[in-house]
């Protein structure tokens, strides 16, 4: 479809710079914290990732929709993201095993998307002046009424936002006949963490984010995982006195993302919100343990203090950014408790980092006996 025949759309920073596009699909505004992924493919996995609920997903490469969606490619049940601003959306796919268009999926699921923004220049704007809030519209170019608009949306620092996309009911996952139960704690978990522990020998019930140790314990599981999710950790008191119960449960306790800074704040230790987040799916990591590097998948715009990991005296440093010397894993000296800021589980990206579930299953594996 070719751009005259479409609407013009708009993105309006916080800041008050406007980039112009094209509206695609349905019509309406939309607000969120405005991220951008340079991930090369995995969109549909993007879109569907819980952790990225509240946010407009700015992606960088250079086509969108071209292989269109297919059912068993979600990280959840839905879109989460915001909306989408990109640069060129491909109105037809061609894939096999595609079952619909990425135009019919964000129809179906009630969300915005714009093309045709310059997005080089948008991500290098928000790289440079930091994370912030923003609202795109294809419906006006009322831009007084837009920013006031804008201005009523609360910033993503302070917010909890786990309980729009955690599950309310407990359910399973995986074989009931499977080696090891595992019991999750969700704060928006992916699916494809729990397809890696399924593919391990795990059977999981899956927790809502406010069941208590005690509760988890009933189940009579072999370990226990905290999960990712949106939102700021530090607004998360209530999750994170759980997550102290489960450090110090004895149990063998692993944590992605969320999970990870979780874990840190139950020990004492302060997140802050970064300048930009970290989102692709090529961030270098150094494992500190062994010394070997990893690519890794990362979605996050909250870190650990590295200051205070240092200066600990239970938690030892276990992975590290390249790119900006971050806190990217941690474990406990005297407890079975590990995690780490990024995503082993991938989906999408590269499977380096896959060993730290086979870890953690060998955990639960020597628990067990
Ligand atoms: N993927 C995640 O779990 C993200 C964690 C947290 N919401 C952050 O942005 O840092």
Same mark, same amino acid.
Do not use: L
């Given at each position: 479809m070719a751009n005259f025949t479409r609407k013009k759309a708009v993105v309006v920073l916080q800041d008050g710079t406007t980039f112009w596009g094209r509206s695609v699909g349905l019509e309406g505004s939309s607000t969120g914290e405005i991220c951008f992924n340079t991930g090369m493919t995995g969109y549909q996995e993007i879109f569907t990732d819980p952790s990225y609920y509240g946010q407009l997903m700015v992606t960088t #490469?250079?086509?969108? /929709? #071209?292989?269109g969606v297919k059912d068993d490619e979600v990280e959840s049940d839905s879109i989460k993201i915001a909306g989408l601003i990109c640069k060129n959306f491909s109105f037809d796919h061609s894939r096999v095993g595609a079952n619909n268009s990425l135009l019919k999926y964000f129809e179906e699921n009630g969300k915005l998307v714009i093309s045709d923004v310059d997005t080089r220049a948008l991500v290098r704007h928000i790289r440079s002046k930091g994370a912030m809030n923003a609202i795109i519209s294809t419906e006006t170019d009322d831009l007084e009424a837009l920013k006031a608009l804008l201005n009523e949306v609360p910033s993503m620092e302070g917010l909890e936002l786990s309980s729009k996309v955690a599950t309310t009911e407990a359910y399973y996952f995986g074989?009931? #006949?499977?080696?090891y139960k595992l019991a999750v704690l969700d704060l928006g978990v992916k699916r494809n963490i729990l397809r890696h522990f399924a593919n391990r020998g795990c059977y999981m019930k899956v927790f809502p984010m406010d069941t208590s140790l005690e509760e988890m314990k009933a189940w009579a599981p072999d370990g226990l995982f905290i999960s990712n999710g949106p /939102?700021?950790?530090?607004?998360m008191q209530n999750t994170v006195s759980i997550v102290n119960d489960m450090v110090n449960s004895g149990y063998p306790v692993f944590g992605i993302c969320l999970g990870h800074q979780l874990i840190a704040i139950s020990q004492g230790l302060n997140t802050y919100k970064m300048h930009q987040g970290h989102r692709g799916i090529n961030h270098p990591v150094l494992n500190i343990l062994t010394g070997k590097g990893e690519i890794t998948t990362q979605n996050h715009g909250f870190v650990v203090s590295m200051d205070a990991v240092e200066e600990h005296a239970e938690i030892e440093l276990t992975h590290r950014h390249l790119n900006d010397d971050g806190v990217q894993g941690i474990r406990l000296k005297n407890k079975p408790v590990s995690s780490v800021q990024y995503h082993p589980e991938a989906f999408p990206g590269p499977h380096d980092s896959e060993y730290l579930f086979d870890q953690f299953v060998e955990q639960l594996k020597q628990s067990k006996s």
């Open positions: #490469n250079a086509h969108i /929709g #071209n292989y074989d009931e #006949n499977a080696t /939102g700021d950790p530090a607004a």
